[in-house]
């Protein structure tokens, strides 16, 4: 899935400015949720879909939040060791060969950095964006959040995609073995 030695300027690198524009995307996001809106603080945009302030000291969905503050830190070591490794798996990366998994990675990589951001300096996720439809209701989440999701589908579609590749070329090598 990856190529050795691969030149910097050809490699996932050149993505990166996906990731920073995620960050600087979510924490501008967040800022002004946090000077303009209160805790709990609500407001329609759509019948589906409002912007609340909440605060998250857990992972996705709240999951640990109420464990007495040792995940702060446990997240923040988790969330930097997976950014090292997005890291140097974007380095390795041919971009000409792996464009959609650069994507994918460089999206998870931002979010990842913006919620670790929140974490370090608040001790908490800032989440604001909260979708409904009647009494069903999706946890609320941010810009990070939102980028980590779609990256992740892009590394799916990226694997769903290869697997096609690698079949249909095994299927060219058997009927050139054929004639």
Do not use: C
């Amino acid at each position: 899935m990856t190529d050795k030695k691969v030149l910097l300027k050809e490699s996932g690198i050149r993505w990166l400015w996906i990731s920073v524009l995620v960050v600087a995307v979510d924490q501008l996001t967040k800022l002004w949720i946090e000077r303009n809106m209160g805790l709990g603080d609500a407001f329609t945009v759509l019948p589906v879909l409002e912007i609340v302030r909440a605060h998250n000291t857990g992972a996705a969905f709240s999951f640990l939040a109420g464990a007495g503050g040792w995940q702060r830190w446990a997240f923040t070591v988790i969330a930097v060791g997976v950014s090292g490794a997005l890291l140097y798996w974007l380095r390795t990366l041919a971009v000409a060969t792996h464009g959609l998994l650069a994507a994918g990675l460089a999206l998870i990589l931002g979010g990842a950095i913006g919620n670790v951001v929140d974490r370090i300096e608040h001790g908490y996720v800032v989440d604001f964006v909260h979708a409904h439809w009647g009494a069903s209701s999706f946890p609320a989440f941010n810009v990070a959040d939102a980028a980590i999701s779609i990256g992740a589908a892009l590394v799916i579609l990226d694997a769903l995609l290869e697997g096609r590749r690698n079949r249909e070329a095994a299927k060219l090598r058997a009927a050139d073995g054929k004639e």
